[in-house]
């Protein structure tokens, strides 16, 4: 009885169910293939320190999408459970931004990619902490400790190499304008958000972006590189399952084992 | 071949530790770095309240030939040890 009393008083679980698990999987889609993507260098990072960093980070988000997506399945009520959503999807089904899709690229654009990513997944998480759904506040909370860290070790990286050598300067500045027109999509809202924000379970993600601005031209100063004139909102359609066609590759690796072998496990 | 990051010795207090105790050594381009390499590489199950990271080249080592002259004096004298005492139960842990 406990339990259906929770329940009932997280707005999550009542009326627009369908929202919310949109939602639940535009956050978890995200870190799940960013994690992936991040992974990608386990076993391959230029020193050993790095891999294992960059490594922790992976499993860290690889963390937090068991707990995006194993809400929404809940949420969702059909049975299924986070690893169905991670592997039994197709790119279709995937609300990920494309910036988390695009390849590994060098370690600028790791980097780089992971700082974008980091300074909106912190201004995020730190108001989702203030939620009126317990359920989500409470993976907010567990999660901005960690993104606290990935947030600090790469605004340090990125100023770092931007303000390192030439060459680590020239492939700062290559990764960040290619970055930056898919960078838009992180504050790009539709009839989910409003839902999302009317409920004051969730910001609307355009509430975010001043402060994720701020952030980035600070450490972009520091690292004396060039924030692009272009548009930040360039590519759009991931949040809605328009994909780049790196989704599928990514998914084809990922999802193999658990669709070859689906009783598969260790 | 390129130049390698300089090597640190990293100390971590546990949980429950009362010393930094060192757990090993990596590779960082400065003591910054040096300590979020440790955290990264030797914190991972929640081993540590607290990173020391010193540059390998500031420790001084004995001389392992040494060894004798400065080891071996301390041999015969077992009453160095503080083990002829009864330590009262109010004192606890020391």
């Known amino acids: 009885m406990a339990l259906d009393e929770e329940l009932q008083a997280d707005p999550l679980f009542a009326g627009q169910s369908g929202a919310a698990f949109e939602w639940l999987c535009r956050i978890g889609d995200s870190t799940l293939i960013l994690g992936h993507r991040v992974s990608e260098w386990c076993g391959h990072a230029p020193v050993l320190e790095e891999d294992i960093a960059l490594a922790n980070t992976a499993l860290d988000l690889i963390g937090h999408t068991q707990m995006w997506l194993g809400l929404a399945a809940e949420v969702e009520g059909q049975g299924r459970s986070a690893d169905d959503l991670a592997y039994r999807r197709d790119a279709m089904a995937f609300r990920n931004i494309k910036l988390v899709e695009l390849p590994k690229g060098d370690m600028g654009l790791t980097v780089m990619r992971g700082f974008l990513f980091d300074a909106f997944h912190f201004e995020l998480l730190t108001r989702l902490t203030a939620s009126k759904s317990p359920r989500v506040a409470e993976i907010a909370a567990k999660a901005l400790k960690e993104v606290s860290y990935h947030l600090e070790r790469s605004s340090d990286l990125v100023v770092r190499l931007g303000d390192g050598s030439a060459e680590s300067h020239r492939r700062m500045q290559a990764a960040l304008d290619h970055l930056w027109p898919y960078c838009g999509e992180m504050f790009w809202g539709d009839a989910v958000d409003d839902a999302m924000d009317a409920a004051d379970i969730a910001p609307h993600p355009a509430e975010l972006r001043d402060a994720w601005d701020a952030a980035v031209q600070d450490v972009l100063g520091e690292a004396t590189l060039q924030r692009p004139e272009t548009r930040l909102d360039v590519h759009l359609g991931g949040k809605t399952g328009r994909h780049t066609e790196h989704l599928g590759y990514v998914l084809a690796e990922m999802q193999f084992l658990p669709r070859a072998y689906p009783d598969a496990s260790w | ?94």
């Open chain 2, 1 to 94: 071949m390129k130049k390698q990051w300089p090597l640190w010795e990293i100390f971590i207090r546990g949980q429950h530790g009362m010393n930094h105790r060192h757990v090993g050594s990596l590779h960082a381009p400065d003591a910054e770095m040096a300590i979020n390499h440790a955290r990264d590489v030797y914190t991972r199950r929640k081993e540590g309240v607290s990173i020391w990271a010193v540059r390998s080249t500031d420790i001084t080592a004995s001389a392992p030939s040494e060894k004798g002259p400065l080891f071996d004096p301390a041999e015969t004298k077992v009453y160095r040890h503080p083990t002829f005492f009864d330590i009262p139960d109010d004192v606890g842990h020391m």
